[in-house]
């Protein structure tokens, strides 16, 4: 549903709303991005009207957002690099856009947006924190009144530069925009601090006549089709927009779909990730056709529209048309605003985007959960976006694992195998001391390798049966699958008898395509139930 008529009051003003918080951002992202304002604003409208009329998520406001433009200020500085200017390398940098455009659209068709959720969250945090000091860094040299370096690593190292020719109204300038920005919202929300910010900042630049760098003009009326350049790209340079593609393809994704689920938790809905993918990749195709910087779901934008009383699709597409109405009819204005007052903004969004309590309980969470934000965060702010991602989530999940190995290791007992508590269909069965029952429980990985490596070495001699109960073991790895063959192995080598039941489907696959069955543990010792299980034991002993 693209709108509801007895909601339509309400969706024109969330996104109207929003469109008011979003546009001194998109101005601000978009020189950030090393494109220019106009290259914000393009991309606002373009995603924020098509990702809402295509995707999944009926309240969300798309637009630039922090750590998509900080992934585009990185194209546009390979691009310079590779080309000699921006004018001969603009190509490149709108190949990319539109490359992540379409292979995002890929992975909504795939399906990948259901596997978000299993990001560990000090990769999340790390990676947001490390996108909020990256914006705040890159901002520094703006508020001290020059143009910034590309990298957070030159601004650090050169920051005498700035500091020996030090702009002080623009420096004033900007922490009044911050503090305004900050505060205002204290006095009342009834108006975007935002807006107030820009206002406040730029009038007062005019007002007193300051010398400040500004944004300068911007060109009016509908952009043009950028298709010359993007066609215009030599092939030597595929391989990389491929790779930019990608980063931004899965950064979007990642952003909007966190973006999702805060909209699904404020209005109880449930978003379609697969759409809102597909929604998300069309509107950054667009903006790029168009020169504009990709976007994606804006969480501040989306929870202000929402509280606006946005519950369809208009109000996320009512956001970017406002600012396509300010761009014909507000863009002169554009040009008088002070660098220095967007730099006093976006320092503003840096701040919010850090994970502040990730960071205080660095302290109180397991050492292996703390390092890993510690290098998502340092490698997002000092390396590749989706490298340090990458990084994370595999240190992650090998820690995780060895957590789950040490456990297992600590629940071995090597030197004497204790009898286990019985199930309840247990409790009746009569059997001897040369019956041993092993409970397996959960998904059986390398992580648990040394349990079965300790049954074989501590049965003891009196026991001549093992009867292994899989009914809660739902999964089996190739690590696992080796361990228990090898395990059985061991045991028949001994002249044990194992006996297998509860087998469900894809363990008893795997244990047959390795001929574990039949040829170690024959048809009649592996059992659907373990009733069937129990009249085998009594059928043996009489």
Excluded at 277 to 300: D, R
Excluded at 303 to 323: E, M, P
Excluded at 340 to 364: E, M, N
Excluded at 379 to 402: D, E, P, Q, R, Y
Aim: glycine share 12%; hydrophobic share 50%; charged share 15%.
């Amino acid at each position: 549903m693209i709108f509801d008529k007895s909601n339509l009051k309400g969706d024109l003003s969330g996104g109207f709303i929003a469109g008011i918080i979003a546009l001194p951002l998109a101005l601000a992202f978009g020189v950030q991005s090393g494109l220019g304002a106009a290259a914000g604003l393009y991309g606002a409208i373009a995603v924020g009207i098509f990702a809402a009329l295509f995707g999944g998520t009926p309240t969300q406001a798309s637009g630039p957002t922090g750590p998509m433009t900080v992934v585009s200020a990185s194209i546009v500085a390979f691009a310079i690099e590779a080309t000699g200017s921006i004018e001969a390398g603009l190509g490149i940098v709108l190949l990319s856009f539109l490359a992540g455009g379409l292979l995002q659209i890929g992975l909504g068709l795939l399906g990948v947006g259901k596997y978000i959720r299993y990001f560990p969250y000090p990769v999340v945090s790390g990676f947001m924190s490390g996108v909020g000091l990256i914006i705040i860094s890159l901002q520094l040299w703006p508020l001290l009144g020059s143009p910034s370096p590309k990298s957070t690593l030159k601004v650090f190292t050169n920051i005498a530069e700035p500091l020996s020719n030090l702009n002080a109204a623009a420096l004033g300038l900007g922490l009044l925009t911050l503090a305004v920005n900050i505060v205002f919202p204290k006095i009342t929300k009834k108006v975007p601090s935002v807006l107030v910010a820009l206002i406040v900042g730029t009038v007062a630049a005019h007002l007193f006549h300051l010398d400040v760098p500004m944004i300068g003009e911007i060109p009016s009326g509908l952009p043009n089709l950028q298709l010359k350049s993007i066609l215009s790209v030599s092939p030597q340079y595929y391989v990389t927009i491929l790779k930019f593609g990608m980063m931004l393809a899965l950064l979007g994704s990642i952003d909007s779909l966190l973006t999702s689920v805060i909209a699904d938790n404020v209005t109880k809905t449930r978003h379609d990730s697969r759409r809102e993918l597909i929604g998300q990749g069309i509107g950054n195709m667009i903006a790029a056709v168009f020169g504009g910087i990709p976007g994606a779901g804006a969480t501040k934008g989306t929870v202000v529209n929402i509280n606006a009383g946005g519950k369809t699709r208009l109000s996320g597409a009512s956001h970017g048309l406002f600012q396509l109405a300010a761009l014909l009819g507000a863009g002169a204005f554009v040009a008088y605003i002070p660098l220095c007052v967007l730099a006093g903004l976006l320092i503003s969004v840096g701040v919010a985007i850090i994970d502040y309590r990730g960071l205080k309980h660095l302290k109180d969470v397991p050492r292996a959960d703390a390092a890993v934000l510690v290098l998502v965060l340092v490698w997002t702010v000092f390396g590749n976006l989706v490298h340090a991602v990458a990084a994370g989530i595999v240190l992650a999940s090998l820690l995780f694992m060895k957590q789950c190995g040490d456990l297992a290791e600590a629940g071995t007992v090597v030197t004497k195998l204790e009898r286990e508590t019985p199930w309840e269909d247990e409790r009746g069965l009569q059997t001897d001391e040369s019956v041993y029952i092993k409970h397996l429980d959960g998904p059986l990985f390398f992580g648990f390798s040394a349990q079965f490596r300790a049954i074989a070495e501590a049965l003891p001699e009196e026991i001549s049966t093992l009867i292994i109960r899989m009914e809660h073991v739902p999964y089996i790895d190739q690590s696992g699958l080796y361990t228990l063959e090898d395990a059985i192995l061991n045991l028949t080598g001994k002249g044990k008898t194992v006996v297998l039941t509860g087998l469900q489907s894809q363990c008893e696959d795997m244990l047959r395509k390795i001929k574990v069955i039949p040829e170690l543990v024959p048809e009649e010792r592996v059992f659907k139930s373990f009733t069937e299980c129990e009249e085998w034991l009594n059928k043996r002993a009489s």
